[in-house]
C-alpha cells in the first residue's frame, strides 16, 4: 500500500486479515439445544409468575365464589335432611354386601359431606369399596346418596375387581395383586392364601371381610361413556345416584 507522506512515498505492508475461529458443529449444536433449554425455563418461570400474581384467567370471578358457597351451604342443609329422613330396608341376605362408587362431589360439596366421603375411603371421583350393609353404613352411604351409586355386586363383579383392579398397599406402597405370595403373607393368619381365597371372603361377606377389605386400595375405576349423565337424582327417578341394586353390575362392567 503506498502512502504519501511529506513528499514521500512509503510502502506499508498490508495486514494479513486473521484465520476465523472454528467451532465445531457439536458444540454448535450443544449450544442451540441449551438455548432452545433457557427459553423453556424462562417461559415456565412466566407462567409461575402469573399464577402468583393472579392471571385473569386463572382467579375464579367473584360470581363463581357465591355461586360455590351458596351450593356447599344448600348441600349441608340437604345432608341434614337425608340424615333425618326415615332408612330403607336393604339390609337383607340379598344384600349384604354392597359396591360403593363415587361419582361426583367437588367444590360443591360442603366439608361435612367430603368428610363422610372420606371415612368411606372414597377420596376421589370414580373410585369404589365394598363394604358391609349394615345401619350405620346405610345411614353414611344416605348422608352423600347424591355424590355416590351403589349395589349388589355378584360373584361375577368381585372377582372381575379383585382380579383386573386389585392393588393393595403395603408399608405406604401401591403392590398390585399379581403374587400369591404376598396375599399369603398378609392374610395367611385368616386362611387366605391367594386372590380366590380373597374373591370367595368378600363376595359371602365372610368372618374376615372387613380384614380383607382394608387390606385392599379403594378401586380405582375408568369414567364410562354415557353410562353417567352427572345428575344427582336417585337412579330410580333417572339419576345417576343411589341405589342400583343388581343394575351395578352393568355399571361395573363399563368401568372395569
Same mark, same amino acid.
Given at each position: 500500500?503506498?502512502?504519501?507522506?511529506?513528499?514521500?512515498?512509503?510502502?506499508?505492508?498490508?495486514? %494479513?486479515?486473521?484465520?476465523?475461529?472454528?467451532?465445531? @458443529?457439536?458444540?454448535?449444536?450443544?449450544?442451540?439445544? =441449551?438455548?432452545?433449554?433457557?427459553?423453556?425455563?424462562?417461559?415456565?418461570?412466566?407462567?409461575?409468575?402469573r399464577?402468583?400474581?393472579?392471571?385473569?384467567?386463572?382467579?375464579?370471578?367473584?360470581?363463581?365464589?357465591?355461586?360455590?358457597?351458596?351450593?356447599?351451604?344448600?348441600? +349441608?342443609?340437604?345432608?341434614?335432611?337425608?340424615?333425618?329422613?326415615?332408612?330403607?330396608?336393604?339390609?337383607?341376605?340379598?344384600?349384604?354386601?354392597?359396591?360403593?362408587?363415587?361419582?361426583?362431589?367437588?367444590?360443591?360439596?360442603?366439608p361435612?359431606?367430603?368428610?363422610?366421603?372420606?371415612? +368411606?375411603?372414597?377420596?376421589?371421583?370414580?373410585?369404589?369399596?365394598?363394604?358391609?350393609?349394615?345401619?350405620?353404613?346405610?345411614?353414611?352411604?344416605?348422608?352423600?346418596?347424591?355424590?355416590?351409586?351403589?349395589?349388589y355386586? =355378584? +360373584?361375577?363383579?368381585?372377582?372381575?375387581?379383585?382380579?383386573?383392579?386389585?392393588?393393595?398397599?403395603?408399608?405406604?406402597?401401591?403392590?398390585?395383586?399379581?403374587?400369591? !405370595?404376598?396375599i399369603?403373607?398378609?392374610?395367611?393368619?385368616?386362611?387366605?392364601? #391367594?386372590?380366590?381365597?380373597?374373591? =370367595?371372603?368378600?363376595?359371602?361377606?365372610?368372618?374376615?371381610?372387613?380384614?380383607?377389605?382394608?387390606?385392599? #386400595?379403594?378401586?380405582? +375405576?375408568?369414567?364410562? @361413556?354415557?353410562?353417567l349423565?352427572?345428575?344427582?337424582?336417585?337412579? @330410580?327417578?333417572?339419576?345417576?345416584?343411589? !341405589?342400583?341394586? %343388581?343394575?351395578? =353390575? %352393568?355399571?361395573?362392567?363399563k368401568?372395569?
Open positions: 500500500m503506498h502512502i504519501k507522506h511529506g513528499g514521500e512515498l512509503r510502502i506499508m505492508a498490508e495486514e %494479513e486479515p486473521k484465520p476465523l475461529n472454528y467451532i465445531p @458443529e457439536v458444540i454448535l449444536k450443544k449450544r442451540k439445544s =441449551n438455548e432452545e433449554w433457557a427459553i423453556r425455563k424462562k417461559q415456565q418461570l412466566e407462567q409461575r409468575v399464577k402468583k400474581k393472579g392471571d385473569n384467567s386463572i382467579f375464579k370471578k367473584p360470581e363463581q365464589f357465591i355461586r360455590e358457597y351458596r351450593d356447599r351451604e344448600l348441600d +349441608l342443609i340437604q345432608l341434614k335432611h337425608r340424615g333425618k329422613r326415615q332408612r330403607r330396608e336393604l339390609v337383607t341376605t340379598e344384600s349384604k354386601l354392597l359396591f360403593v362408587i363415587r361419582i361426583g362431589g367437588k367444590n360443591d360439596m360442603h361435612r359431606t367430603r368428610k363422610v366421603l372420606y371415612a +368411606l375411603r372414597l377420596r376421589k371421583i370414580f373410585s369404589g369399596v365394598f363394604v358391609k350393609a349394615n345401619e350405620r353404613m346405610m345411614q353414611m352411604l344416605q348422608k352423600v346418596e347424591p355424590y355416590i351409586t351403589y349395589g355386586p =355378584n +360373584l361375577k363383579s368381585v372377582r372381575d375387581l379383585i382380579f383386573k383392579k386389585g392393588v393393595a398397599k403395603i408399608d405406604k406402597q401401591m403392590v398390585p395383586l399379581t403374587d400369591n !405370595n404376598i399369603e403373607q398378609e392374610l395367611g393368619k385368616y386362611g387366605i392364601v #391367594c386372590v380366590e381365597d380373597m374373591v =370367595n371372603e368378600v363376595a359371602t361377606v365372610g368372618p374376615h371381610f372387613k380384614d380383607v377389605t382394608k387390606f385392599l #386400595c379403594p378401586f380405582m +375405576l375408568h369414567k364410562p @361413556e354415557k353410562a349423565q352427572g345428575k344427582k337424582r336417585h337412579f @330410580e327417578d333417572g339419576g345417576d345416584a343411589g !341405589n342400583r341394586k %343388581e343394575d351395578i =353390575n %352393568e355399571l361395573i362392567t368401568m372395569n
